[in-house]
């Protein structure tokens, strides 16, 4: 499936600037941040299902919102992998698996002790215009198209990989240089080793196929067991196997130059020509 013709339609919730000092925060900073800023205050986000909020932090002078979430259900059958999860723990598992893809789609989010009760903070991404429900603000035709489609089918590779559930457009966000964040992932690494969309997978970033291709189970084990466990780290490997013969598959019929693409180098294209406005 290709987005060549989408139109975006971007929509206003809590619409609001951070100072540039925040923005240049490196994903360790960010880490830091989330586990040690005193939070001034909360309040709900007021949209889905699972009492998010959204928190303000203050840590060394910088102060910056993070997404509070809590939710953490699980159905299990037997010793079969599990049946439904939304947890605040998969959240964190997608940020550390994007990290180990390098593929920098997902905010940074880590696991911190709130009121004696574990929940995801999550990064609250700067400068962005984000979907909401209950009104659309304008519908904006990307810059360059065909640098937005390969964004998009990122964000769609990304979702089968760790079978996300609740893929919409409500859980992307667009920051004003047309960079794509993907949010969200309670739903996400449901115990199922096949792949939601497959149709879907057409193009990659050549980077993070490599490493796509390169993970080890000791790797993901390390860093993702903890957090949805070994049954769902062991679908996540067979779903990782099935993609990569996917792509592998669709190089051999159309070439590498089709399927293959810099991604930094789609987001630069993105935001030279014009930056997204902010919405006022």
């Known amino acids: 499936m290709r987005y060549a013709a989408l139109f975006v339609v971007v929509a206003l919730i809590g619409f609001e600037f951070a100072p540039a000092q925040q923005s240049v925060l490196s994903r360790a900073e960010q880490e830091e941040f989330l586990l040690k800023g005193v939070i001034l205050s909360r309040r709900p986000i007021g949209i889905g299902i699972t009492k998010s909020v959204r928190?303000?932090?203050?840590?060394?002078?910088?102060?910056?919102?993070?997404?509070?979430?809590?939710?953490?259900?699980?159905?299990?059958?037997?010793?079969?992998?599990?049946?439904?999860?939304?947890?605040?723990?998969?959240?964190?598992?997608a940020y550390r698996l994007d990290q180990l893809l390098g593929q920098d789609l997902v905010p940074t989010s880590v696991i911190r002790e709130i009121d004696g009760q574990p929940a995801a903070l999550t990064w609250w991404v700067d400068d962005t215009a984000m979907m909401k429900k209950e009104r659309y603000l304008k519908q904006i035709t990307p810059p360059d198209i065909a640098a937005?489609?390969?964004?998009?089918?990122?964000?769609?590779?990304?979702?089968?990989?760790?079978?996300?559930?609740?893929?919409?457009?409500g859980n992307l966000v667009i920051d004003t240089r047309w960079r794509l964040?993907?949010?969200?992932?309670?739903?996400?690494?449901?115990?199922?080793?096949?792949?939601?969309?497959?149709?879907?997978?057409?193009?990659?970033?050549?980077?993070?196929y490599e490493k796509?291709?390169?993970?080890?189970?000791?790797?993901?084990?390390?860093?993702?067991?903890?957090?949805?466990g070994g049954l769902g780290v062991a679908a996540l490997v067979v779903?990782?196997?099935?993609?990569?013969?996917?792509?592998?598959?669709?190089?051999?019929?159309?070439g590498r130059q089709r399927v293959l693409f810099d991604l930094q180098a789609q987001r630069r294209l993105l935001a030279t020509p014009r930056q997204l406005a902010r919405v006022k």
Do not use: C
Request: negative net charge; aromatic residues 10%.
């Open 239 to 254: 779903r990782r196997d099935k993609i990569v013969a996917l792509f592998e598959a669709r190089i051999a019929e159309v």
């Open 181 to 208: 964040w993907a949010l969200d992932f309670t739903r996400a690494f449901q115990g199922r080793a096949d792949i939601r969309r497959p149709a879907s997978l057409e193009r990659i970033d050549a980077g993070v």
């Open 55 to 93: 928190v303000e932090l203050s840590y060394e002078g910088i102060e910056h919102s993070a997404h509070l979430q809590t939710v953490d259900l699980e159905r299990t059958t037997g010793r079969a992998a599990t049946d439904f999860r939304d947890s605040y723990r998969s959240n964190v598992a």
């Open 148 to 169: 937005w489609s390969d964004q998009m089918l990122q964000a769609e590779f990304f979702n089968n990989l760790v079978y996300s559930t609740d893929p919409n457009l």
């Open 212 to 228: 796509l291709k390169s993970l080890t189970r000791p790797e993901l084990t390390s860093s993702l067991q903890e957090l949805i």
